[in-house]
């Protein structure tokens, strides 16, 4: 009889708070952590898998994440797929320079609006379900043969973790602002492995 996958478990860290000034949309700009990722690691360290089981860790390549991810593991995963939502020409400026015209345009089609060289929420979420599809497919392989643990750490941007909540818990992209996605705190959502079986929603912002 063949063993059924255990389920993905993904822990959803979002990055720390940054040091930008307020008001300003930064998007996949590479802006700095505003403290040491130490702290935050050592808060995080106990909610997670990393100290017990040799856990890969994923991470966004920017630096507010990245300083964080390798606190938690010497060597993590890289994924371009797990960066924040590009906001193209509207990253560095603030929200009162984008103005109001834009921004209307923005809010009447959160789905598919995307700002000018950037992306909509729609695309974003694609692209974060086929980094998913990857993982999961690669877990179907390497833990079913190796018998390891199925949890991954992943460190990331607030618009991916709404991403994959939205599509654990079927919402669309113009609901999203209703998930509260705090910095450095753990999403945990469990994804399925075979086909037909839902994902969970385990834990929001621990």
């Keep these: 009889m063949t ?8 822990h959803l860290i979002r990055h720390p708070a940054v040091a930008a000034p307020p008001g300003i949309c ?27 089981l040799p856990v890969p860790v994923y991470s966004s390549p920017l630096t507010r994440c990245l300083a964080l991810a390798r606190e938690l593991h010497p060597e993590p ?12 020409t509207w990253e ?21 609006f995307a700002p000018p060289a950037g992306e909509s929420a729609r695309m974003l979420q694609g692209r974060v379900l086929e980094w998913l599809d990857d993982l999961a497919a690669e877990a179907r392989d390497h833990d079913a043969a190796q ?14 973790v709404r991403a ?4 654990v818990l079927g919402i669309a992209p113009a609901d999203w602002f209703r998930l509260q996605v705090d910095f450095a705190a753990v999403t945990l959502v469990e ?6 079986a839902p994902p969970r929603l385990l834990a929001l912002n621990r």
Excluded: C, K, N
């Design 147 to 160: 018998g390891a643990a199925a949890d991954r750490v992943v460190v990331t941007h607030g618009g991916v």
């Design 26 to 52: 930064y998007g996949q700009s590479d802006v700095p952590l505003a403290a040491s990722p130490a702290d935050a690691a050592a808060r995080l360290r106990p909610l997670l898998p990393v100290a017990a």
């Design 92 to 112: 560095g400026r603030t929200w009162e320079d984008i103005g109001a015209e834009p921004l209307t345009a923005w809010a009447e089609d959160i789905s598919d």
């Design 191 to 196: 994804w399925p492995l075979v086909a037909g």
């Design 164 to 167: 994959l909540v939205g599509a």
């Design 77 to 88: 995963v890289v994924d371009q797929r797990l960066m924040e939502m590009a906001f193209g």
């Design 3 to 10: 063993a059924v996958p255990a389920p993905l478990r993904l």
